[in-house]
């Protein structure tokens, strides 16, 4: 229905600062997000302890990447702000304050409400203080027999200088007095606590009263520090840990090999530039002093903890508990429908399109027609990329196996992924020894795009087979991360893809593509043609929406653009997962743009992009996020659903269904804060568990 055409949008800068909430503030406000999944009460108790482990583990990689970078920035002035035009000096300042809050929220978390809701489920984290003379008897002598012949304590003094600390490794610092058998005076000593060492230990049954009985290792170490320096009297001893700068720095364009450049780099990682010095909440400021002399931070570097600090590891109890109750119900992953009484997916794939949707929907699906092409004497070639593959991918396996069943098999492995270099350095090396030729992609843009292209001889005709994703072939991660993922034998989708594959690996010319959106290229201004078609229909009078499912969205010109198109009148939903900086519901800029982060059992990981198109939406799955670096320095690929009937599912179960969420849904106010939805007179709605219900039918 045709609506009055609207009137002007009031003249306002759509770049003006004040218009962009910050990239990295935003980031750590999902962790915010995440810590409430952890004080949920309707959550089981297990997946609690999870996800306070989770945050845990972001906030060490938010310090390893995003706050090293600002630092180096700040020291040497090498760059220059953000859209929100805030200094690296005062963003480094705001930083700080919002981590002191959620640290102190975190320890409060685990010390007032997690560990004693453990207790009374009977799983209890023991400390010194609470050690029964049983629990000491039998840890002493593990310690004596599996701790100490490890342990190379190191006492300080001018012939034994500070050591070299690892990164995010646990370390206890000991004050000692008196003298040792060379007439030394005791001072200071550093244990250090070696990778071989499990951070948590089980008591065994037999010197517990039933129950599940754990100590931190660091809680060992500090109980039995005296037998660690006989003759001396330990004055104290102090946990602490120091967060290193993990960001590898090559230089792509002036390295002859990549691999080998990222494997020498590989080596000093873990002794990079320290950021951040975790400590615990006892520690005398002399001792704080020294550390801080020593590791060349500063005293807002310093994060006291109430609790371990590798709180981190708290969380890895949680597979080797065999207590359903305590974690959430079981479910098993289905298989597509269509594949029912097929045992030859080209078969079903020459006649419809397949959709996926991870983890509802089974991945062996995608193991099961690799290893069907793999085996297949019809199948020639096989391409890939592998960005993150897991450990336990049985895909690399199928590789191999096609490569030494005769197929041409090529494989585009992003070495630079990050915190997986050293994976996919040794992932390269085996397909390589295999006969698979494998490429590493481009130089200064990191291959993201996840595709799978298989080419089958039938009938004297080459017919092309495809699965794109919005997600990485990854075998964990399509358990628990939400995504979606199209099969199809299109040709025109099958002949843009050996088009990108064609580029990747023969560094070819410039393409065009009849159904894919490809970014460095087309995809960054075909996003915002899109938006900025819905806005020439508002202005028309016309119906016009958009609606975007997205991990982050940070990207100053689309911003700017979804700015003009609400002042246009053009309604938008954004689904955001993590970071995202548009400010919505700013008087006279973006009334009409609401945005929510959805944070459940799931990491919500698949990006759809969706446009009214007056009548004739548009939808897109896609492996891109809208932010800078996938638009402008990533190869990423954006898919249409063709198929009328999956693409309605795809908006009804990823767009209408997220949008309708009243239970897991967090709404972002215009100050950059988040607000939990709430069902009010509207019955309660779980996007993810009626993705649960609907998908996977009968499970347990």
């Not at 809050?101 to 209890?124: C, F, G, K, M, S």
């Not at 600090?309 to 207590?323: E, H, K, M, W």
């Not at 990747?504 to 009849?514: A, C, D, F, V, W």
């Not at 898919?639 to 269904?657: C, G």
Request: charged residues 25%; negative net charge; aromatic residues 8%.
């Amino acid at each position: 229905m045709r609506r009055k055409p609207a009137t002007p949008p009031p003249i306002v800068d759509r770049a003006a600062p004040e218009l962009f909430l910050s990239r990295e503030l935003a980031a750590l406000e999902f962790n915010f997000r995440v810590l409430a999944q952890a004080r949920d009460e309707r959550i089981p108790l297990l997946e609690r302890l999870r996800f306070l482990s989770i945050v845990a583990n972001n906030l060490d990689e938010f310090f390893e990447v995003r706050v090293a970078m600002l630092k180096h920035h700040h020291m040497f002035g090498s760059a220059a702000p953000g859209p929100d035009e805030l200094s690296s000096g005062e963003l480094l300042t705001r930083i700080r304050t919002r981590v002191l809050d959620l640290v102190d929220q975190q320890y409060d978390t685990w010390q007032h409400e997690l560990r004693p809701a453990l207790d009374a489920e009977n799983i209890h984290f023991l400390t010194r203080d609470s050690w029964t003379a049983r629990q000491r008897r039998w840890l002493q002598g593990y310690f004596e027999n599996e701790v100490m012949p490890v342990l190379s304590p190191l006492g300080l003094d001018p012939a034994h200088p500070f050591p070299r600390i690892l990164n995010k490794t646990l370390n206890v610092a000991v004050v000692l007095k008196g003298r040792d058998a060379f007439g030394r005076e005791g001072h200071m000593a550093l244990v250090r606590a070696p990778r071989s060492l499990p951070r948590i230990i089980r008591l065994p049954n037999e010197v517990c009263d039933g129950g599940d009985h754990y100590i931190f290792l660091a809680e060992l170490l500090q109980g039995f520090v005296d037998l660690m320096f006989p003759g001396f009297k330990v004055a104290g001893s102090y946990q602490f840990r120091v967060t290193r700068n993990s960001e590898l720095m090559v230089e792509e364009a002036e390295v002859d090999n990549l691999a080998r450049a990222l494997s020498e780099e590989l080596i000093g990682r873990g002794y990079a530039r320290p950021v951040r010095l975790e400590i615990g909440n006892d520690c005398p400021k002399a001792i704080v002093a020294m550390l801080i002399a020593n590791f060349e931070l500063e005293e807002t570097d310093v994060y006291r903890c109430d609790g371990p600090v590798n709180i981190i590891r708290a969380g890895t109890i949680y597979d080797g508990l065999d207590r359903p109750e305590l974690k959430f119900p079981r479910f098993i992953a289905q298989l597509p429908a269509a594949f029912n009484g097929s045992r030859c997916k080209f078969e079903v794939l020459r006649q419809r399109d397949v959709l996926l949707h991870h983890p509802y929907e089974s991945f062996a699906t995608v193991v099961d027609l690799l290893r069907q092409a793999s085996q297949d004497a019809s199948v020639l070639a096989i391409k890939q990329t592998l960005y993150r593959a897991g450990a336990d991918t049985p895909l690399v396996d199928l590789l191999v196996e096609a490569a030494r069943n005769g197929k041409d098999v090529t494989v585009v492995i992003e070495l630079r992924a990050r915190f997986d270099e050293e994976a996919n350095i040794r992932l390269a090396t085996r397909l390589q020894e295999a006969g698979v030729q494998v490429v590493y992609g481009v130089v200064g843009y990191k291959t993201h795009a996840k595709m799978l292209l298989i080419v089958r001889r039938e009938d004297e005709v080459l017919r092309r087979y495809v699965h794109l994703s919005t997600g990485n072939y990854h075998q964990g991660n399509s358990r628990s991360y939400t995504d979606i993922g199209l099969m199809t034998a299109d040709p025109g989708i099958g002949e843009d893809l050996h088009k990108v594959f064609q580029q990747l690996s023969g560094l070819g010319p410039m393409i065009e593509l009849k159904h894919l959106l490809h970014s460095p290229f087309t995809l960054y201004r075909c996003v915002l043609a899109k938006i900025e078609r819905e806005t020439v229909h508002a202005q028309a009078g016309q119906p016009a929406r958009i609606v975007a499912k997205l991990n982050a969205l940070n990207e100053a010109h689309v911003i700017s653009a979804l700015y003009r198109a609400s002042q246009a009148g053009v309604e938008i939903d954004l689904i955001v997962r993590g970071a995202c900086t548009l400010r919505p519901g700013v008087p006279g800029v973006s009334e009409r743009i609401r945005v929510r982060s959805i944070v459940g059992r799931f990491l919500e990981h698949s990006r759809v992009y969706w446009f009214g198109n007056d009548g004739s939406p548009e939808i897109y799955c896609a492996s891109a996020d809208w932010m800078e670096r996938n638009l402008k320095r990533r190869i990423e690929v954006a898919f249409p659903i063709l198929d009328p009937v999956l693409a309605a599912r795809v908006y009804d179960e990823t767009l209408a269904n997220y949008l309708a969420d009243n239970t897991e849904a967090w709404l972002l106010d215009d100050d950059g804060r988040y607000a939990r939805a709430t069902p009010g007179d509207e019955p309660p709605h779980s996007a993810q568990q009626w993705l649960l219900e609907k998908l996977t039918p009968g499970t347990v």
